[in-house]
């Protein structure tokens, strides 16, 4: 059974900093892109950040461009989202996702694996 499961979600104050882990079994994606996606109160679930099956290509959304870093250990099946400078509107659930791709996306469809999410709510 493949499995996603995040952690390191909490409370933290504008400015602060959280770093998001991501621990896959099931299957290894050392081949896959893996992402990030997070979803506000009634709103959509909208693509944070992805990187590619090597490690060598990243891409993020414009809000979080330059902020937030993307990084994977294929050899311990991880991935994390190192977030900087939070502000009040990053608080949402933050799902980490799987494609079976080797390109980099951004597109919810995309993903077929998903964990069940981590709050990270930024307060002002």
């Known amino acids: 059974q493949v499995q996603l499961v995040e952690s390191g979600g909490g409370l933290v104050q504008a400015g602060g900093s959280l770093r998001l882990s991501c621990a896959a079994s099931?299957?290894?994606?050392?081949?896959?892109?893996l992402g990030w996606f997070r979803q506000a109160p009634g709103k959509e679930r909208d693509f944070v950040a992805a990187?590619?099956?090597?490690?060598?290509?990243?891409t993020y959304a414009d809000s979080v461009k330059g902020r937030f870093t993307i990084s994977r250990d294929n050899a311990k099946n991880t991935m994390s989202l190192q977030m900087n400078s939070l502000k009040p509107e990053d608080t949402a659930v933050y799902y980490c996702?799987?494609?079976?791709?080797?390109?980099?996306?951004?597109?919810?469809?995309?993903?077929?694996?998903w964990g069940q999410g981590t709050q990270v709510t930024v307060s002002s």
């Open positions: 990187i590619s099956w090597s490690g060598d290509s990243t």
């Open positions: 996702a799987a494609t079976t791709s080797s390109r980099v996306v951004v597109t919810r469809q995309n993903y077929f694996y």
């Open positions: 099931g299957r290894s994606f050392s081949r896959s892109t």
